[in-house]
């Protein structure tokens, strides 16, 4: 008989010839060693927390507009947020803009986003943000020539050296500021010699992005993060696996900012976002997140720290562990669910279990910190982890779950 992965049985692991040191049993995430990016005050790297990003939607010569929706990102708990900016004009009003949130206690840090033959640009407003974005495909735009075929070796060879030579002031006015870049390769806006010369493929985003990583380093500038978007997310995962492969190869270890481009709105957005990121972070890769909703910016935070909580990445809200309801259950599972959701959902830190039956309930939730369990009709049992503390009336149970963790000194008020 075959023994479970699971079996802590070292001699029947062994006669299986199962190595339950192979990091495909370890439950814990490993992150990719990087190094420490600092933006503002906050810092992203695998020594630190995974960090959460959004951008903001408001134009930014709206300056009321955009310090509003700064504002409600922060308050939502984003911890850097990006605004585009497309002219002068904008990068120039990033100094009101910042002013008016230092004015009221708003720290968090700025991004600036900056596309097309954008190095003017670039040099003006990182005096004014934390850190700026470039996209590889646009940061040296030409038209493209729709009777080009190819790109010789000296074409291509020359286009690399009008990069470097106008991407090297800006690396250089960062790191005179002592403030970080992100390198952001969009799967949809590849330049047309990579293009060319590599396909639509996650190799030629890789390629786009290590060419202007190379010039970083070579001016030894360091305080830099790299993304590789994408809007499926077969090709956003690829893409980052072999980013992280070949910067690792290079020596060049530089953290990732993770996200699945322009995934839509609602269930579908959220969980497209969720099957890219998730499924990197679960292989260690990944510092930082955004989630692109077609929605109001605010509502992609929620989503973000869901899955940092899902992973163990992030304790940031309640744990809630309740069983699906089946004919064992003994009450209203889903209206339970609700009201204590209802009472407790502003508590950090905690798991609690909300299990229909004794079935279910011990065994399922052993990991909880408290736990609510039908017992028998009418009746309800209260768990603190493993243990049976009491049995109360079940219209007395919610209330009585808030009795026992205030008893616990867990409790703060909404």
């Known amino acids: 008989m075959t023994a479970s992965l699971y079996s802590t049985s070292g001699s029947s692991a062994e006669a299986d010839g199962l190595d339950l040191l192979d990091p495909r049993f370890d439950t814990r995430i490993h992150r990719r060693r990087t190094r420490t990016v600092r933006v503002g005050d906050v810092k992203i ?5 995974v960090v959460v990003q959004s951008m903001i939607n408001e134009d930014t010569l709206d300056i009321p507009g955009a310090v509003a929706g700064v504002r409600r990102l922060a308050e939502a ?4 947020v990006r605004v585009t900016t497309p002219s002068m004009a904008h990068a120039r009003a990033m100094a009101e803009i910042r002013t008016r949130l230092h004015s009221q206690g708003y720290t968090v840090p700025l991004v600036a986003d900056v596309h097309h033959n954008g190095i003017r640009i670039a040099l003006e407003v990182a005096k004014h943000v934390d850190k700026v974005r470039i996209n590889p495909g646009l940061f040296i735009f030409d038209k493209p020539d729709p009777q080009r075929q190819s790109f010789s070796a000296e074409e291509f060879s020359q286009i690399g050296q009008r990069i470097r030579d106008t991407f090297e002031p800006l690396v ?11 390198v952001g390769v969009n799967h949809g806006s ?3 010699r990579m293009l060319f010369t590599y396909g639509d493929t996650p190799r030629g985003m890789v390629e786009s992005a290590m060419e202007f990583l190379r010039i970083c380093a ?3 500038y360091h305080n830099v993060v790299v993304s590789m978007k994408a809007s499926r997310a077969p090709v956003m995962m690829a893409a980052y696996r072999l980013m992280a492969h070949s910067m690792d190869g290079e020596g060049l270890n530089y953290p990732l900012h993770l996200g699945v481009t322009e995934a839509g709105d609602g269930d579908y957005g959220r969980i497209k976002s969720a099957a890219g990121i998730a499924s990197l972070l679960a292989e260690g890769l990944g510092d930082t997140i955004r989630v692109s909703l077609t929605e109001a910016p605010e509502k992609e935070i929620p989503v973000c720290y869901a899955i940092l909580q899902a992973l163990g990445l992030r304790k940031t809200m309640v744990e809630y562990v309740a069983c699906p309801s089946c004919g064992r259950t003994l009450f209203n599972l889903e209206d339970v669910l609700h009201k204590v ?3 407790t959902a502003h508590l950090t ?3 609690i279990a909300v299990m229909g039956c004794i079935v279910n309930g011990p065994g399922e939730m052993a990991d909880a910190d408290y736990g609510y369990v039908g017992k028998t009709p009418g009746m309800i049992s209260l768990y603190r982890g493993r243990d049976e503390i009491r049995k109360v009336p079940e219209a007395e149970g919610v209330a009585a779950l808030i009795a026992l963790i205030k008893e616990d000194g867990r409790w703060v008020d909404p």
């Open 190 to 192: 590849l330049a047309e």
């Open 218 to 220: 070579e001016l030894d």
């Open 45 to 49: 790297g695998s020594e630190h927390p």
């Open 172 to 182: 250089l006015s960062l790191k005179q500021q002592d403030k970080a870049l992100r």
């Open 341 to 343: 959701r209802g009472a």
């Open 349 to 351: 830190g905690l798991d």
């Open 77 to 80: 708990g984003c911890e850097i």
